[in-house]
């Protein structure tokens, strides 16, 4: 494909044509770790205790 012709469509449709069904759960699954950690870790006690955690694993952040 040109970049003239490509479209979000003929990408989703190439998706279709060359992923297996397994892949499109382990994406879908990985964004849906990724949303719920930026939703849920975001708080700041959770951001608190995983910088102590790699502070204790000998991880310098800063």
Request: glycine letters at 12%; charged letters at 15%; hydrophobic letters at 45%.
């Given at each position: 494909?040109?970049?003239?012709?490509d479209?979000?469509?003929?990408r989703?449709?190439?998706?279709?044509?060359?992923?297996?069904?397994?892949?499109?759960?382990?994406?879908?699954?990985?964004?849906?770790?990724?949303?719920?950690?930026?939703?849920?870790?975001?708080?700041?006690?959770?951001?608190?205790?995983?910088?102590n955690?790699?502070?204790?694993?000998?991880?310098?952040?800063?």
């Amino acid at each position: 494909m040109t970049l003239a012709t490509d479209t979000v469509d003929g990408r989703i449709e190439q998706a279709r044509v060359e992923l297996t069904p397994t892949q499109v759960a382990v994406g879908l699954g990985l964004v849906a770790a990724l949303g719920f950690a930026l939703l849920f870790l975001g708080e700041p006690t959770a951001h608190d205790a995983m910088h102590n955690f790699r502070h204790g694993a000998g991880v310098t952040c800063h």
